[in-house]
């Protein structure tokens, strides 16, 4: 029986709420409400301590030991460790307890010092001092020591010790102002309010007898929303509620700007600020590579127990016949022969497995994550990924996926912010057709869009004079710009012109200071915010003034922002704002298609476009609204639905003014790191929230889209004109066309796809129509695969991620990366492979979000086609090489069993088997695959296609792994049968010591178990300075020092007598080894014959099947031998560079003939409109400042 619902009506009583679950009820200073208000019922809240350490003292070893057993391959070497101490196996427990305590030991003091650094960090943070007030005087105290209903003061400069509700502020309009930084990256000045009731108490005994509750929502971590209402309690009146939003929210880890001080309420503390449930931990990514090792343990696995079952089984076999016994020294005691065969089998088959157990890379996880943290360093110090501007260089978040970064097969991109500046400057506005140029307005003049030029004294028609008017007054009212006197903003001393203070404006978005700039330069200044009054200067010179009454908030659902305000007059105004599709629908009078036509025109020519309506509201009809805005605001649950459907009711029935138009230019180099990824064989998406044609502009001039591309439009107003099922099929069949024709001697056409947002939501939802042909997602998927590039415009940010998961759900499962600026680019960003977060205008959210983050999308370049290709370099050579020299070790101990009866005997020392991965090969691994170059930085930059030999995980596919382990498997057999053969003829010395007729060395297990061992090292170490192509005197010592290392180690292990050894079986094996003089010629031989096939295949394949990259690297290397190659330029960037053959070789899609390279005019984005309707007429005016020079 189902006992919730009885167990929460319970709750829900005791609790005496109706609403427990989704608010609390906070007592500013603790006060119990008067007796006729409702129940007091004192909570329970978390103290104002943040903890952001993972253990204590108390906990940290079991705890960090539950987690590292945890991972399949460290629990698996426990299960070894335990049995060896169970049973009586032929290996010592040190053999596995020693290794795979290296690695615990190492894992658990790395994050043990991460952990402790984090608890510094919280014991910093716990003992700031914070100002409390307490019986109306203001106390010094702790801020761990803060409880909700606290009200503290916070003095300017200081930063918020908790997320508190403005009370009152040392301004007499109750606002204060504040910088979010450290929360959001974003710099600029955010005013927040008191609600008038409250802001009257200005001193420590006025706010100790404020007598009010707050109700509000549980905590959450959504920075820019919250939802609740203060109640204040006056004598013998009701209390008098008042809506608290965003707005009245001051977060933790803001700081206090400009403003003496304030007085605000605790309302969450410690890990229930939104600054705490932000830092909670993202889903983990896992990378390729770490799913390939997966996969190849598992194989490794089912190896090690086939071994141990064929060696088990032929035991049992080999010991039918009671001639074959065990030998004379290793007889079974009656106990053993007593017991039933199957124990004695599963214990012979442990025993096999502990044996054959290192051949399971337990070192390799430990090697790899040294790797990935210590590689990211890289990425850090990278001194051309520094921007000198933003004064920041890259960051990484993440180590985990360095090696993802090489493996990318889908970018997707944000538009504004990431490919342009976000730097906004006003070009022009239209009025009613009539068009705005402020260039030419400094000069007095007009150009209007009939080409005639007025003069803005000539006083044009009462209509238009109105219009005109109202339009610039629109404009200077719907905003929320900041004023700022000089001042100095983040150590910058801004506003300041020929030595006199001036006023700058400074705003969240832009957009808008972009637009009230633009109207300072028609003639029309907003002043200030004073009082709730909005002051502007007009162009006669005059001061107008208009109450500000209500705000109607931006969001991206609607698209739009309205004011309405009271003239000095008593008329009521409705001002709105926004995007064209979300302002011309609720448009009832108006030039309208006058307005239509400039606004497309601008956006063709890559113009972000706004447009502005209003409408006159009688005194009822603005009653109406603010009871509808009250009734919304004051809710507790579902405000924002309520205010949704408020904002509807009330901005309706517009007349239109006109329009705007505002420049966003491109950033430095965005073209030519769109097209060196293109070239790379990435496929490009543009994911934005603007219009068709202004994305389509960008597209251009990015070179995402070129003059020879055929776009292909999905779009709203094709879907209207025909049916989804009719549009898809049509274009299906073009692509399709295409692609069969490619495959005779046609040249390949290229085609970019435009998709919306409306018909993008048609395509994912799931239709009857489709269910007879298909789903419609797999046809759109088809399109998009036989695409060169793709802009989704109009696109929500939860679209964003619904596209990135629908590419990598296809059937190709291909790698994606998304990069954006803005919080509306998370959501793709979490949901991609790789998340790359640009530090932009837009705020840190993305950063903040995101695996990666750099400064420019420029910087996307290198990040991918260098350090991407070299982390996965380094880290597929070190996987494979981890299996291959764990085969080479293994595999002749499996030998050894069919030549000593199956009797588990070792065929190494205990030593030997301990420190082979931990000393003797781990170093020069572990410096190959971080500092291994295996072809130049220049030549990786300046041959995007070299990108391709490294794609689709190709070092780790199962051809490459195979190759590996039968290259292991033949050193192994060279190893144990070249050493036996050595030991062919043996006879007896004076000693009765058997002794090798061809070495003159004793004959024994341990000598002969040496012999193959010192070949094995020696081999697997040199196999790895064959594969290095960069040598510093760093790869020298390692390499050289390693084997030095196992031959000091050999000499001091068998010719010192040890005290802590019962006994010493290694005694002088290894010098009565290297006394023979055979001895040394055998193991040359050994290690040239075991390395001689890799050679030549290598030889074979660079010679008759050369890569793209080892053709590179010859042309380098012949360059450098001829003197033919500067340093500085290197080779002509000509197909040899890129791989010998031309271009249509590579992937058609990536269009990289030289024909097209630059040269394509000054603004050849904006040929958007040319391409689809041959008008030529638009200008092309945005510069691309990363055009090729001398003729390319």
């Known amino acids: 029986m189902d006992f919730s619902v009885l167990r929460n009506l319970i709750s829900r009583y005791c609790a005496g709420e109706e609403y427990w679950v989704d608010s609390r009820t906070v007592y500013i200073g603790h006060k119990e409400p008067p007796p006729a208000a409702e129940a007091y019922i004192p909570q329970r809240y978390p103290d104002n301590r943040i903890v952001s350490s993972k253990y204590t003292l108390w906990n940290f070893i079991p705890k960090n030991l539950f987690e590292q057993f945890r991972r399949i391959a460290n629990f698996y070497f426990l299960l070894i460790f335990l049995v060896q101490l169970i049973i009586d196996t032929p290996t010592s427990p040190v053999t596995s307890g020693l290794p795979l305590f290296f690695v615990i030991t190492v894992t658990a003091i790395k994050q043990g010092y991460e952990d402790w650094l984090r608890h510094k960090a919280d014991c910093s943070i716990n003992e700031c001092p914070v100002d409390?007030?307490?019986?109306?005087?203001?106390?010094?105290?702790?801020?761990?020591?803060?409880?909700?209903?606290?009200?503290?003061?916070?003095?300017?400069?200081?930063?918020?010790?908790?997320?508190?509700?403005?009370?009152?502020?040392?301004?007499?309009?109750?606002?204060?102002?504040?910088?979010?930084?450290?929360?959001?990256?974003?710099?600029?000045?955010?005013?927040?309010?008191?609600?008038?009731?409250?802001?009257?108490?200005?001193?420590?005994?006025?706010?100790?007898?404020?007598?009010?509750?707050?109700?509000?929502?549980?905590?959450?971590?959504?920075?820019?929303?919250?939802?609740?209402?203060?109640?204040?309690?006056?004598?013998?009146?009701d209390p008098i509620a008042r809506p608290l939003g965003a707005e009245n929210l001051l977060l933790r880890g803001a700081t206090l700007k400009n403003t003496g001080h304030i007085y605000a309420v605790a309302i969450y503390t410690g890990m229930d600020t939104k600054m705490a449930l932000n830092y909670q931990s993202k889903s983990q990514k896992r990378s390729a590579v770490e799913k390939s090792m997966n996969a190849f343990l598992i194989v490794y696995l089912c190896i090690l127990i086939t071994k141990a079952v064929i060696n088990t089984v032929l035991k049992y076999a080999w010991q039918w016949s009671a001639d074959h016994d065990e030998p004379w020294y290793n007889h079974r005691t009656e106990i053993d022969r007593e017991r039933h065969v199957v124990?004695?089998?599963?214990?012979?088959?442990?025993?096999?497995?502990?044996?054959?157990n290192y051949i399971i890379p337990v070192s390799m996880?430990?090697?790899?994550?040294?790797?990935?943290?210590?590689?990211?360093?890289?990425?850090?110090?990278?001194?051309?990924?520094?921007?000198e501007e933003l004064g920041v260089g890259a960051q990484v978040n993440t180590s985990d996926l360095n090696e993802e970064l090489g493996q990318v097969e889908y970018v997707f991109t944000d538009k504004t912010g990431t490919l342009t500046e976000n730097n906004m400057e006003f070009i022009e506005c239209c009025v009613d057709g009539h068009v705005y140029i402020p260039h030419v307005i400094c000069n007095g003049?007009?150009?209007?869009?009939?080409?005639?030029?007025?003069?803005?004294?000539?006083?044009?028609?009462?209509?238009?004079r109105e219009h005109e008017d109202l339009f610039f007054r629109a404009l200077c009212l719907c905003h929320t710009v900041q004023v700022k006197e000089e001042e100095t903003v983040d150590s910058i001393k801004r506003g300041i012109h020929l030595g006199k203070p001036t006023s700058f404006y400074i705003s969240s978005s832009p957009?808008?200071?972009?637009?009230?700039?633009?109207?300072?330069?028609?003639?029309?200044?907003?002043?200030?915010?004073?009082?709730?009054?909005?002051?502007?200067?007009?162009?006669?010179?005059?001061?107008?003034?208009?109450?500000?009454?209500?705000?109607?908030?931006?969001?991206?659902?609607?698209?739009?922002?309205?004011?309405?305000?009271?003239?000095?007059?008593?008329?009521?105004?409705?001002?709105?704002?926004?995007?064209?599709?979300?302002?011309?629908?609720?448009?009832?009078?108006?030039?309208?298609?006058?307005?239509?036509?400039?606004?497309?025109?601008?956006?063709?020519?890559?113009?972000?476009?706004?447009?502005?309506?209003?409408?006159?509201?009688?005194?009822?009809?603005?009653?109406?609204?603010?009871?509808?805005?009250?009734?919304?605001?004051?809710?507790?649950?579902?405000?924002?639905?309520?205010?949704?459907?408020?904002?509807?009711?009330?901005?309706?029935?517009?007349?239109?003014?006109?329009?705007?138009?505002?420049?966003?230019?491109?950033?430095?180099?965005?073209?030519?790191?769109?097209?060196?990824?293109?070239?790379?064989?990435?496929?490009?998406?543009?994911?934005?929230?603007?219009?068709?044609?202004?994305?389509?502009?960008?597209?251009?001039?990015?070179?995402?889209?070129?003059?020879?591309?055929?776009?292909?439009?999905?779009?709203?107003?094709?879907?209207?004109?025909?049916?989804l099922h009719d549009v898809l099929f049509d274009l299906s069949r073009t692509v399709l066309r295409q692609r069969s024709l490619s495959g005779l001697s046609v040249e390949c056409q290229d085609y970019g796809l435009i998709i919306d947002g409306a018909t993008l939501s048609a395509v994912l939802k799931p239709s009857p129509e489709s269910s007879g042909s298909g789903n419609y997602k797999e046809i759109f998927l088809e399109i998009s695969r036989n695409c060169s590039a793709v802009l989704c415009c109009r696109m929500a940010p939860l679209q964003k991620a619904q596209i990135v998961k629908l590419i990598k759900a296809s059937k190709e499962h291909p790698i994606t990366l998304a990069i954006g600026d803005g919080a509306n680019d998370v959501s793709m960003i979490l949901e991609a492979h790789v998340g790359i977060g640009i530090m932009g205008k837009e705020g840190r959210q993305a950063a903040r979000n995101s695996d990666y983050a750099i400064p420019k999308f420029k910087h996307l370049k290198k990040m991918?086609?260098?350090?991407?290709?070299?982390?996965?370099?380094?880290?597929?050579?070190?996987?494979?090489?981890?299996?291959?020299?764990?085969?080479?070790?293994?595999?002749?101990?499996?030998?050894?069993?069919?030549?000593?009866?199956?009797?588990?005997?070792?065929?190494?020392?205990?030593?030997?088997?301990?420190?082979?991965?931990?000393?003797?090969?781990?170093?020069?691994?572990l410096l190959y695959s971080l500092i291994e170059k295996h072809i130049s930085i220049e030549m990786l930059k300046r041959d995007p296609t070299l990108y391709r030999d490294v794609a689709k995980n190709a070092l780790l596919r199962w051809p490459v792994f195979l190759y590996w382990t039968c290259l292991g498997l033949f050193n192994a057999c060279i190893f144990f049968f070249g050493a036996y053969f050595l030991f062919d003829n043996t006879t007896f010395t004076s000693n009765g010591q058997l002794m090798t007729t061809n070495t003159q060395m004793m004959f024994g297990n341990w000598t002969f178990g040496t012999l193959v061992f010192t070949v094995l090292v020696f081999t697997v170490t040199l196999k790895l300075a064959l594969d290095t192509h960069h040598w510093t005197w760093i790869n020298h010592f390692v390499i050289w020092g390693s084997l030095l290392f196992y031959v000091i180690f050999s000499l001091l292990w068998g010719g010192i007598?040890?005290?802590?050894?019962?006994?010493?079986?290694?005694?002088?094996?290894?010098?009565?080894?290297?006394?023979?003089?055979?001895?040394?010629?055998?193991?040359?031989?050994?290690?040239?014959?075991?390395?001689?096939?890799?050679?030549?295949?290598?030889?074979?394949?660079?010679?008759?099947?050369?890569?793209?990259?080892?053709?590179?690297?010859?042309?380098?290397?012949?360059?450098?031998?001829?003197?033919?190659?500067?340093?500085?330029?290197?080779?002509?960037?000509?197909?040899?560079?890129?791989?010998?053959?031309?271009?249509?070789?590579?992937?058609?899609?990536?269009?990289?003939?030289?024909?097209?390279?630059?040269?394509?005019?000054v603004r050849a984005a904006r040929t958007y409109d040319s391409m689809m309707s041959h008008n030529p007429n638009y200008l092309l005016s945005q510069p691309l400042d990363h055009a090729p020079s001398d003729g390319h």
């Open 864 to 925: 991918l086609l260098v350090h991407g290709h070299f982390y996965y370099i380094r880290i597929a050579e070190l996987v494979q090489y981890f299996f291959y020299k764990n085969v080479c070790f293994i595999f002749p101990q499996f030998l050894y069993q069919f030549f000593c009866g199956f009797s588990q005997q070792p065929l190494y020392d205990t030593a030997y088997l301990t420190l082979y991965n931990i000393s003797f090969t781990s170093l020069p691994i």
């Open 1057 to 1161: 007598i040890w005290p802590f050894l019962n006994y010493q079986r290694m005694y002088y094996v290894f010098m009565q080894m290297l006394s023979s003089g055979p001895a040394w010629l055998g193991i040359i031989l050994l290690i040239t014959i075991s390395l001689l096939p890799d050679v030549v295949k290598k030889v074979l394949c660079r010679t008759l099947w050369p890569t793209a990259t080892e053709r590179a690297q010859r042309v380098r290397a012949d360059g450098v031998h001829e003197g033919s190659v500067s340093p500085a330029t290197g080779p002509d960037p000509s197909p040899v560079a890129g791989g010998g053959g031309s271009e249509s070789d590579m992937l058609c899609p990536a269009r990289t003939c030289e024909g097209e390279r630059g040269g394509e005019g």
């Open 365 to 387: 996880y430990v090697t790899v994550e040294m790797q990935k943290f210590l590689g990211s360093y890289f990425i850090v110090w990278d001194k051309d990924m520094y921007d």
């Open 343 to 356: 124990i004695r089998a599963f214990t012979d088959f442990l025993a096999f497995m502990v044996l054959f």
């Open 445 to 464: 003049q007009i150009l209007s869009a009939a080409s005639s030029i007025d003069m803005i004294d000539s006083s044009p028609g009462g209509y238009r």
């Open 511 to 723: 957009d808008e200071v972009a637009l009230v700039e633009g109207m300072k330069r028609l003639g029309y200044t907003y002043l200030r915010l004073k009082d709730s009054h909005m002051e502007i200067l007009n162009k006669d010179d005059e001061i107008e003034r208009f109450e500000l009454l209500h705000v109607l908030n931006f969001d991206s659902v609607r698209r739009r922002m309205s004011v309405i305000v009271k003239s000095s007059s008593g008329e009521y105004l409705l001002f709105c704002k926004g995007a064209d599709t979300s302002i011309f629908p609720r448009v009832v009078s108006g030039k309208v298609e006058q307005v239509r036509a400039r606004v497309e025109q601008n956006a063709v020519e890559g113009l972000r476009t706004l447009c502005v309506a209003y409408r006159s509201l009688s005194p009822a009809e603005y009653e109406e609204a603010c009871h509808q805005l009250s009734d919304a605001k004051l809710a507790l649950k579902d405000r924002e639905q309520r205010l949704a459907q408020a904002y509807d009711l009330i901005e309706r029935d517009f007349t239109l003014l006109g329009a705007t138009a505002v420049e966003d230019r491109l950033q430095e180099k965005a073209a030519d790191t769109i097209e060196s990824l293109q070239k790379a064989g990435m496929k490009v998406w543009v994911l934005t929230g603007d219009k068709m044609e202004t994305a389509a502009a960008t597209c251009y001039a990015s070179k995402l889209f070129r003059r020879s591309t055929q776009i292909l439009e999905l779009t709203k107003k094709r879907t209207e004109e025909q049916s």
């Open 132 to 237: 409390m007030v307490q019986q109306g005087t203001v106390v010094r105290t702790q801020s761990s020591k803060l409880r909700v209903g606290d009200v503290v003061m916070v003095r300017e400069d200081e930063t918020f010790p908790c997320d508190l509700i403005l009370l009152s502020s040392s301004r007499g309009d109750g606002t204060c102002y504040v910088t979010t930084t450290s929360l959001d990256g974003e710099s600029s000045h955010k005013t927040y309010y008191a609600v008038p009731d409250t802001m009257a108490f200005k001193t420590e005994q006025e706010v100790h007898s404020l007598h009010a509750t707050i109700e509000c929502e549980q905590p959450q971590p959504d920075l820019y929303k919250f939802v609740g209402r203060i109640n204040i309690y006056k004598e013998r009146e």
